[in-house]
């Protein structure tokens, strides 16, 4: 088999106990498919990494049901359509779609999503016009209820959702202060994405650095980290808070249970709500958020960052990149 | 000076650590005060002891300022008008207000509400037509959301806020399961009450039975407990699930730190929301809540049960049966 009739592949071979390891993946190759009725063959280009594939490794089903022992990796990606047999795509079209850690995919065509690459280039359909991007929109503005003048924190703030998360408040009229990990990304989210503060979670205290930036307390925390930082903005949440628990890196390797919340009284206290969403809910409204997503990037009123790791082979170690904080923007592997 | 010409009072002499002492409380005995203009002067018949003043004997402002080292303490009550120098007021009304700890009292007129013992008799103010029927009222339906075919869990559910919380979800068309430790209280919720299902919590898993008793889980979640049967119900919550999180009597004596919720990230999972509530922030709307409550006990269709203990001078050990779960019922004092 030449290079271009081979479809590489990780397959989960173990569940991981915390961090996920080389020998928890198979890397797998077989022969290209061809595609059925109805079916197109996609050259996967970009593969998005992001923090929720780790959920999908543990058994049981959570909101999504996880990935079996043997299964292709579950992951969204980009990439152009090598061969069709349904009448929406021709080859050469670019498409999104959740095609799995895989060089080559042959899928249903109405799993695919035509994406067009003169609004912005291929990998950005992974992060601001893409999942990370439909996060931010609606869990900030209709989970969070942000609106003008409220006092917005989001954690992972140079990530791919709490880059957005900061900019879209901003856009909104919020104050936003960003937490994140060491000088270079807190100078990033100030002086780059122009939030109003930033707090170094890993030099200083988070808790003094809310009293600090938040003198009013907070209306609505985004909490994608969970652990003390939770903890923290439960602590400093103004009358009538809303926390979103989009999701929660500092624990999904733990092995020995979740840090649990002990400020939760703090709800009480401040009449304030803690809730829970999962981006797939708002399917029905995607145009609605990528409409606005692209209206703000064709503007240059979004900034975005992509880390991009070359090469397919590396998926296992780019991976832990998420975990130890060292990407820098939104993860994509290159294929 | 005569027992009439006495004014009795306990007044908060240490912040307790732990279950409130005797030594934290200072009786005092001084002349009854006459009303100044706009006053009245109350006999005090009926005190409120309620779950919730454990918090206001701590130092730091919560939701409302703490009981200062030497007030008297702060409890709903009912009793007569004696004196009035306010025109709404005349001798031998029946009032309600927050007339503290003590025998007598000397308030605003503004501070008192007439009530009429045509409808319920006097403690009842303190109960199902007083504060805890408008927690029950307000934060099932309001807060929590409650509707028709909804599953709604509630824990102390024998207890003075849950019983109410039980009867008008049933009235609302929801299956209901009551949270309460023994069999005695476990009967009362069923077969008095009309309740599904009753969990005793001090003689069987909570989660199990929730499992049992709710199958496609929790709508709603009406917590007065904390602590493990908050974390039991998170692990049982519906998709969309609420909890409404109005207390935490198992915590409220806790000398090191609250119990944290570790199963919080089921609200991600089951896109749910836990939120707390304060029914002083529903003031504006009692009107609404007390014409609906005495409307359904008018009907026959609200039980109530009030636990009523005699002598003022008992009130500290009376305070203490809230925290052993040893009332049944709204506990009273009668002085």
């Known amino acids: 088999m030449s290079q271009a009739d081979q479809n590489r592949q990780f397959r989960l071979a173990k569940r991981p106990e915390g ?4 020998s928890d993946w198979d890397f797998v190759t077989e022969a290209v498919a061809d595609p059925g009725a109805d079916e197109i063959l996609v050259a996967v280009e970009y593969i998005s990494l992001d923090p929720a594939m780790r959920g999908w490794m543990n058994a049981g089903r959570s909101y999504i049901k996880p990935v079996e ?14 061969k069709s047999n349904h009448s929406d795509f021709a080859e ?5 779609g959740n095609f799995g850690v895989q060089t080559h995919a042959v899928v249903a065509g109405k799993e695919a999503r035509k994406v067009d690459t003169s609004i912005a ?3 950005s359909y992974l992060g601001v016009l893409g999942m990370p991007g439909m996060t931010a929109y609606f869990g900030l503005l209709d989970v969070g209820g942000a609106k003008d003048g409220d006092t917005v924190v989001v954690s992972a703030a140079s990530g791919a959702v709490g880059a957005l998360v900061g900019q879209i408040a901003k856009l909104k009229g919020c104050r936003v202060v960003g937490i994140a990990g060491g000088a270079e990304k807190c100078s990033y989210v100030v002086d780059e994405l122009g939030f109003d503060a930033a707090i170094d979670y890993k030099n200083e205290s988070v808790y003094k650095g809310m009293k600090q930036h938040c003198p009013d307390g907070i209306d609505v925390f985004f909490d994608n980290v969970g652990g003390e930082i939770l903890d923290s903005a439960l602590a400093n949440l103004a009358f009538k808070g809303r926390v979103v628990i989009c999701g929660a890196i500092s624990q999904y390797n733990a092995t020995e249970g979740m840090y649990a ?20 809910d708002y399917a029905s409204r995607y145009g609605e958020g990528a409409q606005a997503m692209a209206g703000w990037l064709s503007d240059g009123k979004l900034k975005h960052k992509e880390d991009i790791v070359e090469g397919f ?3 296992p170690d780019t991976l832990l990149k998420l975990f130890n904080g060292s990407n820098f923007g939104k993860l994509v592997l290159k294929v």
Do not use: C, Q
């Open 19 to 22: 961090l996920p390891k080389t």
């Open 69 to 82: 022992i043997g299964e292709v990796m579950r992951a969204g990606t980009v990439g152009t359509v090598l």
């Open 92 to 96: 050469g079209d670019k498409v999104s």
């Open 121 to 123: 280039p291929l990998p």
């Open 261 to 280: 919340p002990k400020n939760y009284m703090s709800l009480l206290v401040n009449r304030a709500r803690m809730e829970g969403f999962v981006v797939f």
């Open 313 to 315: 082979e590396n998926f």
